[in-house]
């Protein structure tokens, strides 16, 4: 597809694309080494030696780290979007399977524990992502056990190491399974249908509402977040400051000499990173190990009125509801220059949710803007590849290409780079730039990734484009339209979206499939963070001062 000169896509992704979805569409089913050819056809940018005979350790790693370790044991994967799509289908009883994660992918995933894999779909972008992770590793995989599975002399030793971290105890499992067989799993959609998802969706933000019941959030005025489930709610509660004593205890017993490192080059101000940045990353890890510590963060939370409402059998994405009312006494960084107090005449609420994945966002933002009285904000925040930065740079886009709908839209993007000068300090913030929202990560090649360049698109994600699908509904009279360009510089709220980089594609070094995103994210995450909180702030304030 061509819009201007830019080539958005090619014919061997669509192809590719095309041949999953149909064979899952009229058998419901399909086996991978069916799209094996048309995988490797793509030339995907995380899997450049797919067709080679050697080892792709990046593709390897990048979809170990979002598969849950079971893989290995799997023979069948069945998608569903909730749990009565599984019992109308015969798989009731998957209630009584266990629970299992993947390190690097949030979803919501059952194991028989024997050779069944049921994993709930919260979109079409699910479907696309699942395949292409099992692809690309079923490829990896059969390679290592064409070679014997000698890991040893297959990788080198950084990337060994990798696996071996990625593994932990699951380590040699993993080995002895890939030395004895040759994998072929198959892939079951129960129902691919829009009704279905839609369905989904509902059910998801009812069982929020109703959680939520006292709140009565259909009479509220709303302030809509995507960003995750931690940094918001830590930089209104700031709980770290109180604890720091302790958390610099556990980081000196923990002999992490980089982490030290780090925490003294600030101290000095060596390192232009932030204190209470650095605490909350430690907070994470010190967390884990420490319930008593949970439980007083947990407390402080719900003497703000902070409601945190975890998913049940449909979309797994948690959601937080915050009352700005509550917010009135509350001492927020200095750095923001803003006041909270007007917030004691507010009757809004701030719904922040765990940022879904591609197509699922404007399922969410339509179905959240057709039950609550009126929404005053949209504000997005998630992790990008980037053409043009460094990872942990922080990204401001004004023109969205999506590549679902074909559309390109230009926004008036709430933020500038002028509102990060006080809050974030330990990389660039590039404001005006041009973003392509992708169907998946394995969906875009070499090829595409210059064609996007020449014409200035440097910021790559998968949830910009589907939220403004959902916000030219709040705009315009029909539903969102297709191949076209859309003005979307006046809407009814605030519009805000800002990304920060966790992926520079064109540099081996920093492929996620060879890395972490780890203290770099941190420092953008919660700049980022403050700003939406200020601009919340300053524009429920201006309302207040109004009526």
């Not at 079971?70 to 798989?91: A, E, P």
């Not at 590849?385 to 922080?394: P, Q, R, S």
Request: charged fraction near 25%; proline fraction near 2%; include cysteine.
């Amino acid at each position: 597809m061509h819009q201007g000169n830019t080539t958005f896509t090619t014919e061997e992704i669509e192809t590719h694309i095309r041949t999953y979805r149909s064979l899952l569409k009229s058998a419901g089913r399909v086996k991978i080494s069916q799209l094996t050819d048309s995988h490797i056809g793509m030339h995907s940018v995380l899997h450049e030696k797919a067709g080679a005979k050697t080892v792709d350790a990046a593709a390897f790693i990048y979809s170990l780290l979002r598969l849950p370790f079971c893989i290995r044991q799997v023979n069948t994967v069945i998608l569903g979007q909730s749990y009565s799509v599984f019992k109308k289908n015969g798989y009731g009883q998957i209630g009584r399977w266990r629970k299992v994660e993947a390190p690097g992918r949030r979803r919501k995933m059952l194991f028989d524990g024997k050779e069944t894999l049921a994993v709930y779909i919260a979109s079409v972008t699910d479907v696309d992502d699942l395949i292409t992770l099992l692809t690309g590793f079923q490829i990896e995989w059969n390679k290592i056990h064409a070679a014997r599975g000698e890991m040893e002399k297959i990788f080198p030793s950084a990337e060994l190491n990798r696996i071996r971290l990625i593994c932990g105890k699951e380590y040699d499992a993993l080995v002895r399974a890939i030395k004895k067989k040759r994998m072929d799993w198959t892939v079951q959609l129960l129902s691919g249908s829009y009704v279905e998802y839609a369905k989904a969706t509902h059910r998801w933000w009812d069982h929020v509402t109703n959680i939520a019941r006292d709140v009565r959030l259909y009479r509220r005025p709303v302030y809509f977040v995507s960003s995750n489930t931690h940094s918001l709610v830590n930089v209104l509660t700031r709980y770290v400051i109180p604890e720091e004593k302790e958390l610099t205890r556990y980081l000196y017993e923990s002999k992490n000499e980089l982490l030290i490192s780090l925490w003294e080059q600030i101290e000095k101000g060596i390192y232009p990173g932030n204190r209470e940045n650095f605490l909350y990353y430690i907070a994470k890890k010190y967390a884990g190990t420490h319930p008593e510590f949970v439980k007083r963060k947990t407390q402080l939370e719900q003497t703000l009125g902070i409601l945190s409402i975890a998913p049940f059998h449909y979309l797994d994405i948690n959601a937080q509801i915050i009352e700005l009312q509550k917010l009135a006494d509350v001492t927020l960084d200095s750095r923001l220059g803003v006041s909270t107090k007007l917030l004691a005449k507010s009757n809004a609420v701030i719904v922040n949710i765990d940022y879904p994945l591609g197509w699922a966002a404007y399922q969410i933002l339509t179905e959240i803007g057709q039950t609550v009285d009126t929404i005053r904000g949209v504000y997005i925040m998630g992790k990008a590849a980037t053409l043009n930065a460094n990872i942990g740079d922080i990204l401001i886009p004004t023109t969205v290409f999506d590549q679902h709908t074909k559309n390109v839209y230009a926004i008036k993007n709430a933020f500038r780079a002028s509102d990060f000068a006080k809050i974030f300090q330990t990389g660039s913030v590039l404001d005006d730039q041009k973003t392509v929202s992708v169907k998946g990560t394995f969906l875009e090649s070499r090829q595409l990734l210059t064609a996007w360049y020449k014409e200035g698109y440097t910021t790559i994600e998968m949830e910009a484009g589907p939220y403004l699908n959902a916000v030219y509904e709040f705009v315009y009279y029909n539903r969102y339209m297709e191949q076209q360009f859309i003005n979307l510089t006046a809407t009814p709220f605030e519009l805000g979206i800002v990304h920060y980089a966790s992926d520079t594609p064109n540099s081996k070094a920093t492929n996620l499939g060879v890395r972490n995103l780890a203290y770099e994210g941190v420092e953008a995450t919660y700049g980022a963070t403050l700003a939406i909180v200020k601009k919340i702030i300053e524009r429920e304030s201006e309302f207040l001062r109004a009526y």
